[in-house]
């Protein structure tokens, strides 16, 4: 029996996007799309084609490997928040993909892409993050969910330069970035003690954890019926 592997694709929206102007849409999708070509430079390609913008204000990217699509996202929501251009909301679907069109991901096919399309249109206000799996993965795809719905919350309360530190601490590295070596990195370089705080502050510690535990699950059993 061939066993099915595992995709993950984001979708999303910009938050309040009815109150931006046409020069700040443009500007928030700008830093998404730097964001995502950041996202290209990581150790491992985290993407797969490129970042597809439809119906204005909404997006869709496809990672290249199912394990990597909660840390992906809240890259992409602390890129945001850091450049101070907005917000986005952001419905992770994990499952099975069918065909790939490498320019549009909007225009791919498969479960994959279904199950985060309708997360993203289910998702509430309070909502800004998501997990969506088979209907078949419970419990554990209640569970993901809400832990992704607790980082979502972590997020909505981070200010810029936490943000933008969380950027840095957030990017997978050959050797664990250091507290040090981040303060060294950011654009206005700061003392290892106050990214110490700042990220304590984020609960940086707490989503890291969950990220670890997004990428240790099997996803590829998960599909398989465990």
């Not at 705080?197 to 609960?203: D, F, R, V």
Request: charged share 25%; net charge positive.
């Amino acid at each position: 029996m061939k066993k099915s592997v595992p995709y993950a694709v984001l979708t999303g929206d910009l938050i309040k996007s009815a109150k931006l102007s046409s020069s700040e849409l443009q500007a928030a999708r700008k830093t998404l799309s730097r964001a995502v070509a950041r996202l290209r430079k990581w150790k491992t390609p985290a993407v797969c084609g490129e970042l597809d913008f439809f119906r204005g204000d909404a997006w869709q990217l496809l990672a290249n490997d199912a394990a990597l699509g909660l840390r992906i996202a809240l890259f992409l929501r602390a890129s945001m928040i850091a450049s101070g251009t907005g917000d986005t909301r952001i419905a992770i679907g994990i499952g099975a993909i069918e065909t790939i069109d490498k320019r549009r991901a909007s225009l791919s096919g498969g479960e994959a892409f279904s199950l985060s399309g309708r997360a993203l249109d289910d998702m509430t206000v309070y909502e800004h993050v998501t997990v969506a799996l088979r209907k078949d993965a419970e419990p554990l795809a209640t569970w993901v969910s809400v832990a992704a719905q607790l980082c979502g919350v972590l997020v909505d309360h981070w200010s810029p330069r936490q943000a933008e530190m969380i950027c840095d601490a957030i990017t997978p590295r050959r050797s664990a970035a250091t507290y040090d070596a981040i303060a060294k990195r950011l654009d206005q370089p700061v003392s290892k003690q106050a990214v110490t705080k700042a990220l304590s502050h984020a609960g940086w510690r707490q989503v890291r954890g969950a990220i670890e535990m997004f990428e240790r699950t099997k996803w590829a059993a998960v599909l398989d019926g465990f």
